[in-house]
């Protein structure tokens, strides 16, 4: 189609995106599909937040709000970063998006000139590498492997930084790993930085409150407060309220570059949907109780894919440490072959026969950066999460 803009030819559609959609044609035709492609927490959202919003639209907000969010959320999310991680930050550092993947896209809008390089740990959030190709960057991925925890090491980092590195994005606890780092792991990354002005930080810390065995969250802006004014951290209320689909997503970081990215948005969206700013305030000043309980359950379906996976023939996983996924590791399944004859030759292969062998749908680690392991999301019921492991279990016990 000659219409389409170059710079689409070299960016993907997301790839658990694609998964849920080759899912969604296998159930059209009549197949019983466990999809565990796409990650989004599988609670309601908490009554109050939609009570918050309800009133916000009856008492008229209803208008379009300020580029950099309502006055009323970005003290909320103020008053969070001081609470929740000790940084303190006033209103006018901080914007709001419609989630943090327009965070992301924004900061980059604004800062990106063509043949910057952003240097993304792997295995890293889909949309990290599309966002920078799609903005004129390059990725410049720095692989973290499973033997080393999933984690960027100082050694690793200071290899792939050069003098056209514009960011480093870290994402803690990961997607999809659930890595996330100690309190020394981060300044060790830090003293590398600090070498290196050229080089923005960008956190996503979206999945902050996905921890597990009893960790406590350490943001980057805490651990390394020296680089704050090259630091962005990036949240929402996306995975800890329950709240994927409302898009609020935010961020505190230096004023140039929040006033950039304000610009980005004025000329783009406007502002976030003002009644789901309103719904956020709820979220973030509201009871905390849910946020606790939705952890819980997280944790119990962390323990109940780990222990079903253990001692499976051909995979391995250790136990994520946050955020609700599973990444498992199939270089055991590499070389085999299917009761159909197909050999499985790398993670795509793997997936493929998940899916239309096992009824299960999962995302290739290729899609993340790191080969060979599968993604799964763990934010499902108990009972399908168990039966999608039966399934799992009996497809590869099918191959030779
Ligand atoms: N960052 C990471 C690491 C994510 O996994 C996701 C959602 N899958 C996002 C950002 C996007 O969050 P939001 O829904 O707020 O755009």
Redesign the pocket.
Known sequence: MTYIASRLSIVKPSASMAVSQAAKALRARGVDVIDLGL?EPDFPTPAHIIEAAHAAAKAGETLYTAATGTPALREAVASKFRRENGLDYTADDIIVAN????IIFNALMATLEPGDEVILPAPY?VSYPEMVKLLGGTPVIAECPGDAGFRLTPEVLEAAITPRSKWLFL?MPG?PSGAVYSEDELKALGTVLAKHPQVLILS?E?YEHILFDGRSFLSFGKACPELRDRTLIVN?V?KAYAM?GWRV?YAAGPQPLIKAMATVQSQSVTSVCAIAQAAAVAALNGPQDMVAEFRAAFERRRNLVVDGLAGMNGVTLSPPEGAFYAYIGCAGLIGRKTPKGVVLNDDAAVATYLLEEGRVAAVPGAAYGLSPYFRISTATADAVLTEAIARIKAAISELE
């Open positions: 990650g989630g943090a993947k327009q959030f994402n997607n996503d979206i929402g996306a994927t997503g």
